[in-house]
């Protein structure tokens, strides 16, 4: 870890935004230490409350066949409010579904429920994001009774 709120992992950096966002700026490739580290790091900032992740994955690179299945095996939905990723090519959107897919069937949630539905999206800029953001948090405070 970098600093408060700032962590790199590899070439990939993190950035802490209160209240609840977590930047990710995904650069190269993959590989199962960084997704051990990844994983780490959600754990600890998804423990103390659940939070978005907002990823510009448009230098990202492959993910090692271990990095993926780690993440799958050891990513819990609860850490999350929702995952964005922008500037996505289809390969890293693919990917991503998968990873969630692999995930919920590692985890065997209830009445085979997608846990991360409506909480996975993509959006072709940084201010999509943003607004992607803002219009989920709003939702949320709608919906609860």
């Given at each position: 870890?970098?600093g408060?709120?700032a962590?790199?992992?590899?070439r990939?950096?993190?950035?802490?935004e209160?209240p609840h966002i977590l930047?990710v700026?995904?650069?190269?490739?993959?590989?199962?230490?960084e997704a051990r580290?990844?994983?780490?790091?959600?754990?600890?900032?998804g423990?103390?409350?659940?939070?978005?992740?907002l990823?510009?994955?448009?230098?990202?690179g492959?993910?090692?066949?271990?990095a993926?299945?780690h993440?799958s095996?050891?990513l819990r939905?609860?850490?999350?409010?929702g995952v964005?990723f922008y500037?996505?090519r289809?390969?890293?959107?693919?990917m991503?579904?998968?990873?969630?897919?692999a995930?919920?069937l590692?985890?065997?949630?209830?009445?085979?429920?997608?846990?991360?539905r409506g909480?996975?999206h993509f959006v072709?800029?940084?201010?999509?994001?943003?607004a992607?953001?803002?219009r989920?948090?709003?939702?949320?405070v709608?919906?609860?009774?």
């Open positions: 870890m970098d408060p709120g962590w790199t992992i590899g990939h950096t993190f950035r802490w209160d930047w700026t995904l650069v190269g490739d993959n590989d199962l230490e580290q990844m994983a780490s790091l959600y754990q600890s900032l423990e103390r409350a659940p939070f978005y992740i990823a510009d994955s448009s230098a990202a492959a993910m090692q066949q271990e993926r299945r993440l095996e050891h939905s609860q850490w999350f409010q964005i500037n996505t289809l390969l890293h959107r693919a991503a579904r998968g990873l969630i897919l995930g919920e590692f985890h065997a949630y209830p009445g085979g429920v997608s846990v991360m909480r996975l072709d800029t940084q201010d999509e994001a943003q992607l953001v803002a989920l948090g709003t939702q949320e709608d919906s609860r009774p």
